[in-house]
Structures are given as structure tokens and as C-alpha cells.
């Protein structure tokens, strides 16, 4: 399949004509993406933050990194769901 049809197919299907027409379904899923969005950049920062000595300096950078990682990982999971979705929207 080439990839002009496959855009075709994809803008045309069912769930994306719903997901163009319905304001709230649009809403709500650009809300999940701005909220995975925070939760990986706030998670990388609290990282970055430690690295360079400003915060939590009580606590090691490999603790922090294997407890954080997971919470990283969830929001950059969320952002490529919902991303997938509004660009399917689009």
C-alpha cells in the first residue's frame, strides 16, 4: 500500500471523521496529550534537576532514574496514543 493511500484511508475512516466532527472527543484527547507531555518533561527535569545539584540532593541519581523512568515512560506512552489520534483527526 502506498503511503498516499494509506493517509486517504486513515483520514477517511470512520473513527477519524468522528474524531474531525465531535469538539469534545478533540478536547479531550489534545488534553491527554498536553498532560503526557508534562508528566515527561516534568519527570526528565526533576532528573536534570538533581544531575546539576539544585534539588533532592538527598537522594541518588540511579535511585531517582529507576524510579522516575517508569512515570517517564507512561507519559511518552500517553503522547504517542494521543498523538497517533489527533493526527489521525488532521
Not at 500500500?1 to 479531550?28: C, K
Not at 484527547?29 to 544531575?51: A, K, N, P, Q, Y
Request: charge should be negative; glycine fraction near 6%.
Amino acid at each position: 500500500m502506498h503511503f498516499i493511500n494509506f493517509v486517504t484511508w486513515l483520514n477517511n475512516s470512520p473513527w477519524s471523521v468522528w474524531l474531525r466532527e465531535n469538539d469534545y472527543a478533540f478536547a479531550t484527547i489534545e488534553t491527554f496529550h498536553i498532560l503526557g507531555l508534562g508528566l515527561s518533561v516534568g519527570t526528565i527535569m526533576w532528573v536534570d534537576l538533581r544531575l546539576i545539584g539544585i534539588s533532592m540532593k538527598r537522594y541518588r541519581v540511579e535511585e531517582m532514574v529507576r524510579q522516575l523512568e517508569q512515570l517517564a515512560l507512561y507519559g511518552f506512552l500517553v503522547m504517542f496514543i494521543s498523538g497517533f489520534l489527533l493526527l489521525c483527526s488532521e
